[in-house]
């Protein structure tokens, strides 16, 4: 079957077909199409089965791509799924969303090399879209009960990684979130287009199914104590995600219209889900007919243009101070974009924004940037040029410039849980555990705003890191256990 | 009359070295067992059986002819042995007694040939009590002691330091019993003597010979001066029938004296692979032995093989018993021990065949390149083992004397009185019965034998497999997918294994191929599980014995395995045909319940589980268990033991087969009951070749690996075998073992699994001391480590994780390919990429990151438990010697043109050009486009030039063109293995380089052939050495225990440089168990052989050189100081250059163009010579701050100094004890600097020098020339050194094809006309050795007998094995036939001879090869080009090809039919040959004679086709 591998040679890279621009616009359904079996056989074919897969090293879950390629080349389409879904917690996800071009697909050899890469991204979504079609994605079913309980804070990509591994292993795992659904970015953040709903939904659903107990609209500190949750579970674990826009201090910008990225995109995802968004019916949060200036170069401002481009905004620009090489995000959202017609601004950053005081902002004047000497870092940092300002006509501002973490200890009433100065909270290297005995953190909330596919990794870690804490315990005092 | 300063010194060097052995010993650094000899051999026979002077005379004068073939020591007079075997002259040693005063007793005498301790006269007097009171014990009596006169002042210091007290015993018949009864006699009270010295643990007391018939002269001094030495023998009442001489050549400098041959029956040429199995069988056979003619006094024969015999010294022991201790006589016994191939010979006669299977139904053959000459009182006999490859020439003369050599021209003879000449080819013998006075050819005598019993009688009660199991049987499946899977977790097997593993071998019947080395830890130093087999590294022959091609002279090969206990080898009757035979010692699960079955009660089950909570003994507990049970059981009758791990389960761990294998069979072997019952092992651990390997070479009978069977079952029920039944599946899989067994027994050399199974042919590396001991004993294990606590915690941790609840999937892998949370890899992604960086960006800076990376993985080699030892003051920086100077000792290592792209592998050479390093163009030859440097001063021809097996592109243009020229005996990945390069691959350019057709396979065989021995390596040094004065030569080994050894032998021929390879070199593809099981760390052998060169005062002869995964300055420093002087990085220039270890080399698809021939991936290539310079240039700058760091200026100071290396780990905690002492001693290096101080070494002046000399106008004003002289055997190469003179004046194809004509007359020694060139024409009037045409480049050769000699040239041999090797073009035309492997590996020269021996045109790629009459067996095997025409007068043709890969016709188009004639009428012109004009005669009738054989492949592919109808077809464009 050898036969079936390393292809590239003579077999170009091919993605599914995607929606014309045109057509997209109009709507909020994924962009790609599927591929058919034997496209996808082709495509996972062409990998070169590399002795030094840097896909995988480059991959924070370490999937075994070259296995699941082969097996997928070979028409073994099951045994892909288990191997796919024995590294990753949620392969749907990351095979829709993941920025795979700055991961295994970007250190792709054959990628490195000028063929162009395996489309590692879009055959891990045949392969889950397969999985589910055919049955293969069960309820979890632990092959024992445990008794101890964990309670995980957050329903996030984390958190539900957590859970997921935590109840696999038989523990009663408990999840608590402040918002109405499951899913926290998955469900609020990103845009329908990238990731359709019903997937996180139906990913919830089997987590309910396995016996994965949800606490919605429990915000802790306020529905129920911090300390109250550690006397309830034998662990604990913080996947609360970072929440807090960083703001953005500028002449004009308590204007009206200036919006946080993460309101706007929640408030589109609402609509999308079909709940009442008040905010959004009033207007403000509707890009629809108005010329909408996103802030920002990373995942988070992609999502927006592109929303604002399919809420039917007259223009969407998008303001960034680097240039496309030394943007954050994805290059192929970037893409996407523009092939959506989003223009971008490169090499421009915010001076002020424009408009009657107390008025909504009509305005955003911006100053040329050039990029500067690199930092230790390596990454050049950007400086003004000097009288280089212009203005933007803008009547809807969405100011996508980052996450901070909100102040936990403050919000848990729990002052013994140490963060660092920026506010993540400080978890040892290793464990994940933080300074109170028995409680983790995992995710964004430790690591800062970052991709879904590493809060994956870090709710495994962290439900490994739980498993052998709580297991540990309990061989502690019970003695008479036997040992290996 | 020795002078006392030689005294002195001798002895000085005696002490010294005694000392440092034992040191180096007893740190498991050396074992004698490790040293090797092999030699030239042969015999003078009076036809007649009378004696005369003249046939001790002419074995004298053999021997003076044979000096090339043995070694001498630095002080021009040590040999390593020679020695002589004649009739004892009864009147001269009577005389002698009645010069004592004594009247002798009529009839015979005995003497005894002794050598007794010269310096410690207490042992002296000791031995001659014990001597003299054994011969009264017996009833005879002593005439006396003579002291032999002996000339020490010809020996060398070493020789007469070691020189024993020689002295002959005279020994009178006094039971005045028959003389047959009386050399029994003999026999016996020799054995007792030797037993009773041995017992009061004296040394240096040996008996030559003791006998009534005959007596051996043997020494220490140059074959030349054995009658100097010994002038006994110039007495002319030395008169014999017989006469067996011997020269020997050991890679052991140590002088010992008694390992000279010949012993009391034979003198060996060649090297006894089998021996460890052999010596074990030996034992176990011993408790049966009963005899009718040593009745009780068999116990005093036995135990038969002292310890510290050398090969050779064993099988004489085995052959004496069997002459002396049975009714056998010698031509039978030589068939017994030393038979030929028979199973898949089909021209063999029947009878025959049943003389040969009876022969394997008594016992396992003694396998191994031999020639052996005998005497056996009534029969003296010459023969050769199976593969015959050893030469053995031999001529009968008018008057009645037959002359075996190894060399023809050995014994002068006028050739006009001879009658016959011939060869002895593969496992044939020739013989002479000396009381009926008559010569047997080998079919009289296999007709002689055959007919003393009934043998085809006797063979029909033999039972095979087919028999006792339904044709149409069915395999059932056992286990559910969760037991599947649980039990594969417990052996740790992952999905890796059984994608890449087992799938092909079922898919494809083939074992894996992968590429690149093996860059994960070695078994010891990873914290995964590792089974047993992980710890066992594959032996293979270098140097010393050649490898088989186990695919192409499979005819040879044999896996079968017989059932039915043992009985007494000395016996001889119908009841030891009653056995069971299996094809393959593999079974499936319904043939092993077929077999149990059928054997019924003679079986007994082993439960090999042992209980997970049985404490920390539980293991060793259930192993003393297992023995224990399995010794009752045999007690009680069993004929059959089962062991098997069947059991194991949730509550019962298995016990590792390997460990309950072996120690069952070393528990049975030492309980002399081995041979009372057979051992079939049952485990689910065993999936590849190599665990079936190990398993068998432990002692195993049969194998299944019901767990594999399992699995494959499975798979196939997945629909992962396509339309395979399960049957098939399971076939495909055995067919696979099978092939992988064959593979790997072959390449230690060995053709018969009989001699294999529990011969030990393994290392282990990492396995405790303690426990091999106990296991494995005899097997080297010198660093120690695992023992059986840590075995146990191994196993019960995977016993842990396969029965825990929670398993759902095997782990992914990552053993060959890196994986995630797999095993460690050497090679990781960051630390390319880093390293990438560094050398494109210039940035040392970076590179330092990398070197941090490198330093910051699990340790991976032995290396890396190793640090420096800080202390002495730093010196600056400044003050360390230049980069330039230490890039200079930097070498890119031989990487093919063919496995490179053509851009890579110019890359290479341009970088090391520039900064005045070497890189190694690897096999495959060179465009000669590179020979001048580019417009730009680039120079892109490589500084070494490889010569390997294939010989692809190996012209003298070629040799000129480089600095250094390596022999390539073995590489790290596939040690001992040939290779393929798929058709696919030969592109345009790669079949032009290599003298082929495009997309035609081409096939690199397992050894040079060339090169079978020690002596032939010697050879092919000196060809090069001629071909290219200037040149050093570089002989590439791997490291191997027994290597240091190896390596003195390779530094007494003259080589320049000895490059020690590790195990994990690279390879552009290789059977994966290969990659991972065979071969040591570099660290292992390079040490080694720095100690042994060291010992042997050798060490500042040669440069040592190292390679096999070094990738940083670091890795230099410690190879400087474990003795390396130069140093090789490989992969790591590749990853330089862009190599990103997809390791996908074997499939023409590397996308980075570094490892393809696909232009479109060469495009993708981005490597430049600057990248490979900024490399070696960090590197070397590394190396310069580690330098000053120690306080040390140059790398000079620090070569050999493993005193400032110290282990800083000794590996994971639950270890017995991981030592690197053994790497880490010093050998004492006494007088001379332990590095290299010699630039060249030297070799002797052949013909050429004269020829060059009177060939001046040639070279001064290009004039035709003709030169005419007398030649001999020793003058070897002649035409080389000519050749060299040639290409370097005019080129290689300026001259006309005779414009020097040089006319020889005599025998030619070998290699004649090596190298040749177009413009040099030899006539040889007489014949010539082994190698004529070797590497033939145009020039052309001439051979026939003097115009005088009666000689038939159709039916008289006058060249010898192995002609035309890889000769690239030029002519060969010989009136008389050739040896064994004519033209093998030819690519361009076209040949006429009259016939010739087995193996013809083997591998032939090109040219044309025309016999005029029979050729041997499998002719034709692995010929992928070329054409050969064959005149069959007989019809016998057809059952001599080998099919696999040509087709034969008769010739049909007027085209071939024109060239074939053309051809033989230049033959006739050239010689003369009136056997060729008569064909011509009678063209029309002697046409349909002839067969035209031509490769499959090239079918389509030439200018002019064979067959009639294609003529038509593309004349008249008539289609059929």
Not at chain 1, 301 to 322: H, N
Request: aromatic share 6%.
């Amino acid at each position: 079957m050898a036969g079936e591998m390393l292809r590239f040679v003579d077999r170009q890279r091919q993605m599914p077909e995607k929606t014309a621009p045109e057509e997209r616009r109009l709507h909020w359904d994924e962009i790609y199409a599927r591929f058919a079996r034997e496209k996808a056989a082709q495509q996972a074919g062409r990998c070169s089965q590399c002795g030094v897969p840097f896909c995988q090293v480059h991959c924070p879950l370490h999937n075994n791509i070259p296995d699941w390629l082969m097996l997928t080349a070979e028409g073994r389409l099951e045994e892909a799924y288990e191997v796919c879904s024995a590294t990753n917690s949620f392969p749907e996800m990351c095979g829709r969303i993941c920025p795979q071009d700055r991961l295994c697909e970007g250190n792709c050899v054959i990628e490195q090399s000028g063929h162009g890469t395996v489309t590692i991204g879009a055959i891990e979504n045949y392969i889950t879209v397969k999985a589910f079609e055919n049955g293969w994605v069960k309820p979890i079913v632990p092959s024992r009960e445990r008794t101890e309980s964990v309670g995980i804070i957050g329903a996030g990509p984390g958190g539900l990684a957590a859970a997921d591994r935590l109840r696999r292993l038989g523990y009663q795992v408990h999840v608590y979130d402040r918002y109405d659904r499951v899913g926290g970015l998955l469900i609020y953040g990103i845009p329908n287009f990238k990731l359709e709903k019903d997937v996180v939904e139906r990913r919830a659903q089997l987590l309910a199914d396995g016996g994965v107990h949800f606490h919605l609209n429990i915000e802790i500190g306020r529905n129920v104590g911090f300390a109250e949750l550690r006397e309830k579970h034998d662990a604990i674990l913080l996947a609360t995600g970072v929440y807090k826009a960083r703001g953005i201090e500028l002449p004009g910008s308590g204007l009206g219209n200036i919006v946080a990225a993460m309101t706007y995109l929640t408030a589109s995802n609402r609509k999308g889900l079909g709940d009442a968004v008040p905010e959004f019916d009033g207007g403000m949060l509707d890009a629809a007919g108005r010329n909408a200036v996103v802030i920002g170069g990373g995942d988070t401002a992609m999502d927006c243009v592109r929303t604002a481009i399919r809420q039917g905004a007259a223009s969407v620009k998008c303001l960034y101070r680097r240039d496309r090489a030394n943007m954050p995000g994805s290059q192929r959202e970037v893409a996407n974009a523009e092939e959506e017609g989003v223009e971008f601004i490169w090499l421009s950053g915010p001076e002020a924004f424009l408009g009657d005081a107390g008025g909504p902002v009509t305005g955003v004047r911006a100053h040329r940037m050039r990029l500067g000497v690199p930092d230790s870092s390596g990454r050049q940092s950007p400086e003004p040029v000097p009288d280089s300002s212009f203005v933007i006509d803008a009547d809807l501002v969405i100011a996508a410039l980052g996450f901070d973490p909100e102040d936990l200890p403050q919000l848990f009433g729990e002052p013994a849980l140490t963060v660092t100065r920026w506010g993540t909270v400080k978890a040892a290297l290793g464990t994940g555990m933080t300074e109170l005995p028995g409680v983790f953190a995992a995710g964004d909330i430790v690591r800062g705003a970052s991709l879904v596919v590493w809060a994956i990794r870090d709710g495994r870690d962290a439900a490994d890191a739980m498993h052998k804490y709580i297991q540990e315990r309990a061989a502690a005092n019970v003695p008479a256990v036997a040992a290996e | 009359m020795t002078g006392n300063r030689n005294d002195l010194e001798g002895r000085h060097f005696v002490e010294q070295w005694r000392e440092t052995a034992a040191y180096l010993e007893a740190n498991h650094a050396y074992d004698p067992e490790w040293e090797h000899g092999s030699c030239g051999v042969g015999l003078v026979a009076a036809i007649d059986g009378k004696p005369r002077r003249q046939v001790v005379e002419a074995g004298i004068a053999a021997l003076k002819a044979l000096w090339h073939r043995g070694a001498v020591d630095a002080d021009g007079k040590t040999g390593d042995g020679t020695g002589i075997h004649v009739q004892i002259p009864q009147d001269f040693f009577k005389e002698h007694i009645r010069d004592t005063g004594h009247e002798p007793q009529a009839g015979r005498l005995a003497v005894g040939m002794v050598f007794l301790p010269r310096t410690d006269y207490e042992a002296q007097e000791r031995c001659r009590v014990i001597v003299e009171s054994e011969v009264l014990n017996h009833g005879h009596t002593l005439y006396g002691w003579r002291q032999v006169p002996t000339n020490n002042m010809v020996i060398g210091d070493k020789a007469n330091a070691t020189r024993p007290e020689i002295e002959q015993v005279m020994i009178a018949n006094n039971r005045h019993v028959p003389d047959p009864r009386f050399e029994l006699d003999l026999y016996i009270i020799r054995r007792r003597i030797e037993k009773q010295i041995a017992a009061e643990g004296i040394k240096d007391f040996y008996i030559c010979s003791l006998s009534c018939r005959s007596v051996i002269y043997k020494g220490l001094f140059l074959a030349e001066q054995l009658t100097v030495f010994y002038p006994d023998l110039l007495d002319e009442r030395f008169e014999s029938n017989f006469a067996i001489y011997h020269q020997r050549y050991s890679t052991n400098t140590f002088p010992t004296w008694w390992l000279a041959q010949p012993f009391r029956v034979i003198a060996h040429n060649g090297e006894i692979n089998t021996l460890r199995g052999n010596r074990n069988w030996m034992t176990a056979h011993e408790p049966r032995m009963a005899s009718d003619v040593l009745g009780d006094n068999i116990v005093d024969v036995l135990p038969l093989i002292p310890r510290g015999s050398s090969d050779s010294a064993a099988l004489d022991a085995a052959f004496e018993l069997f002459v002396r201790g049975s009714t056998r006589e010698l031509p039978l016994v030589k068939s017994l021990l030393i038979p030929d191939a028979w199973e898949k010979r089909d021209a063999m006669p029947e009878h025959h065949r049943a003389l040969f299977s009876y022969c394997s139904s008594v016992m396992e053959p003694w396998d191994g390149p031999a020639a052996v000459c005998g005497f056996g009182g009534r029969w003296v006999v010459a023969g050769m083992d199976r593969n015959g490859l050893r030469p053995l020439r031999y001529s009968v003369t008018g008057d009645g004397l037959l002359i075996v050599g190894s060399e023809t021209g050995m014994v002068p003879i006028d050739e006009t009185r001879v009658v016959e000449k011939g060869r002895v080819g593969p496992g044939e013998t020739i013989a002479v019965d000396l009381r009926e006075g008559r010569l047997y050819h080998n079919g009289e005598l296999r007709d002689l034998m055959a007919g003393k019993q009934p043998f085809t009688d006797w063979v029909k009660r033999i039972r095979v497999l087919d028999q006792i199991i339904e044709p149409d049987h069915e395999e059932p499946t056992t286990y559910s997918r969760e037991e599947l899977l649980r039990r594969q977790l417990q052996y740790a097997w992952s999905m890796e294994e059984l994608e890449l593993v087992l799938q092909p071998m079922v898919a494809d019947g083939k074992e894996p191929v992968g590429s690149m080395g093996d860059d994960t830890p070695i078994a010891v130093l990873s914290d995964k599980y590792r089974g047993l087999h992980h710890f066992f590294r594959q032996n293979f022959a270098q140097v010393t014995n050649p490898p088989i091609d186990s695919l192409r002279e499979s005819a040879v090969m044999t896996l079968t395995t017989r059932l039915g206990n043992l009985g007494n080898i000395l016996s001889e009757d119908a009841s030891q045909c009653d056995l069971l035979q299996l094809a393959s010692p593999v079974l499936s699960n319904a043939e092993f319940q077929a077999l149990r079955d059928y054997l019924g009660d003679a079986v007994v089950e082993i439960d090999c589980t042992f209980d997970p909570s049985g404490g920390e003994n539980a293991l060793t507990e259930a192993l003393t268990e297992i023995r224990r049970q399995t010794e009752d059981a045999v007690r009680g009758g069993a004929v059959h033991i089962v062991l098997s791990d069947t059991a194991s389960s949730a509550s019962r761990a298995p016990v590792p087969m390997i460990l309950a294998t072996a120690g069952v069979h070393t528990h049975l072997v030492r309980q002399s009951l081995r041979t009372f019952s057979a051992i079939h092992v049952r485990t689910g651990e065993c999936l590849d070749v190599h665990y079936f390997a190990v398993l068998i070479g432990v002692g195993a009978t049969t194998v299944n690996a019901y767990l594999a069977q399992e699995a494959i079952a499975d798979r196939h029920a997945r629909g992962l075998f396509g339309e395979l039944s399960l049957v098939e599946c399971l076939c495909s899989f055995t067919d696979a073992v099978d092939a992988g067994l064959l593979k790997i027994m072959s390449k230690m050399g060995i053709s018969v699994l009989s001699s294999y199974r529990g011969g030990y042919n393994f290392e282990a590396i990492g396995l405790s001391r303690t426990l091999v001991s106990e296991f494995f004993p005899g097997m080297s294990s010198r660093i120690s480590g695992i023992g059986l606590t840590g075995i146990q915690r191994k196993v019960l941790q995977m016993h842990a994780r396969a029965w825990d609840e929670d398993v759902v999937t095997l782990p992914v892998g990552g053993f060959y390919r890196y994986r995630r949370g797999g095993e460690a890899h050497a090679f990781q992604a960051n630390a390319i990429h880093t390293l990438q960086a560094a050398v494109a960006n210039d940035s040392y800076a970076t590179y330092r990151r990398y070197v941090e990376q490198v330093a910051a993985q699990p340790p991976i080699n032995l290396r890396d438990l190793l640090d420096f030892r800080e202390g002495q003051r730093p010196v600056g920086s400044e003050e360390v010697e230049s980069i330039t100077e230490i890039r200079k000792r930097l070498v890119a290592p031989g990487i093919s043109l063919g496995a490179l792209s053509p851009e890579a592998h110019e890359t290479l050479s341009i970088a090391m050009t520039r900064i005045g390093a070497k890189s190694d163009s690897g096999e495959g030859g060179e465009d000669a486009s590179r020979y001048r440097p580019k417009p730009n001063g680039d120079n892109a021809s490589s500084a070494i030039k490889q010569v390997a097996s294939g010989r692809f592109g190996v012209t003298a243009e070629y040799l000129n063109n480089c600095r250094e020229i390596e022999i390539k005996i073995a590489q790290g990945a596939k040690p001992g293995e040939g290779g393929q390069l798929p058709g696919f691959k030969v592109s345009k350019m790669i079949a032009r380089l290599r003298h082929s057709t495009e997309g035609v396979m081409l096939i690199s065989p397992p050894p040079h052939h060339d090169i079978y021995s020690s002596e032939d390596r010697a050879q092919l040094s000196y060809d090069l050495k001629q071909i290219n004065p200037e040149a050093r030569v570089c002989v590439k080994l791997v490291a191997q225990s027994g290597i240091g050894t190896v390596a003195a032998g390779v530094a007494k021929a003259h080589a320049d440089t000895i490059l020690i390879s590790g195990h994990g070199g690279g390879t552009g593809a290789s059977p994966q168990s290969s990659i991972k099981y065979a071969g040591l760390p570099w660290e292992l052998g390079l040490s080694e052989v720095h100690q042994v060169l060291t010992l042997n005062r050798l060490r500042h002869r040669v440069k040592l050189r190292t390679d096999g995964g070094i990738k940083t300055g670091r890795d230099v420093v410690i190879a400087a100081m474990l003795g390396a002087e130069e140093f090789g990085i490989g992969t790591t220039s590749l990853v330089a250059m862009g190599c990103i270890m997809v390791r996908q080399c074997h499939s023409n698809t590397c996308p980075v163009g570094v490892c393809t021939q696909d232009e479109r991936l060469r495009d993708k290539f981005t490597g430049t010579p600057e990248k490979v310079v900024n490399l070696f240039t960090f590197v070397a700058e590394e190396v310069r701050e580690i330098l000053a760091r120690l306080g040390f200026r140059t790398l000079d100071e620090v070569i050999g100094r493993s005193d400032l290396l110290h282990q800083v780990s000794r590996g994971n905690p639950y270890l017995d004890d991981l030592d690197l002492n053994p790497i880490l001693v010093r050998a004492d290096d006494g007088e001379y600097v332990a590095r290299c101080t010699v630039d060249y070494n030297e070799v002797p002046e052949t013909l050429d020098a004269r020829m060059i000399k009177d060939a001046e106008p040639l070279f001064r004003v290009g004039e035709k020339m003709q030169l005419a002289y007398g030649v001999r055997n020793t003058q070897r190469a002649i035409g080389a050194k000519m050749s060299s003179a040639i290409t370097r004046k005019f080129g290689m194809y300026a001259l006309q094809p005779d414009h020097l004509t040089v006319r020889l007359r005599g025998s030619a020694g070998q290699s004649l006309g090596a190298f040749a060139v177009q413009g040099l024409k030899l006539e040889v009037l007489g014949d010539a050795n082994d190698y004529c045409g070797k590497g033939l480049s145009g020039g052309t050769i001439m051979l026939r007998p003097p115009t005088n000699s009666p000689l038939q040239t159709y039916e008289n041999t006058i060249i010898g094995n192995v002609a035309l090797y890889g000769a690239t073009g030029g002519k060969l035309f010989a009136a008389g036939l050739a040896g064994d492997r004519f033209a093998v590996r030819n690519s361009g020269a076209v040949s006429v001879v009259e016939g010739c021996g087995s193996n013809g045109c083997e591998y032939m790629t090109g040219g044309i090869a025309v016999i005029l009459g029979e050729v041997g067996d499998n002719f034709g095997a692995g010929m992928t080009g070329g054409m050969a025409f064959i005149y069959d007068r007989n019809g016998t043709l057809e059952e001599r090809l080998n099919p696999d890969s040509i087709t034969w016709q008769r010739v049909e188009t007027e085209h071939w039919d024109g060239e074939l004639r053309g051809l033989i009428e230049q033959h006739v012109n050239e010689t003369q040959s009136s056997h060729a004009a008569r064909l011509l005669d009678n063209w029309d009738r002697e046409l349909g004679c002839f067969w035209q054989i031509v490769p499959k492949d090239m079918l389509d592919k030439l200018d002019y086709p064979v067959h009639a109808d294609d003529a038509l077809t593309v004349s008249s464009g008539v289609a059929d």
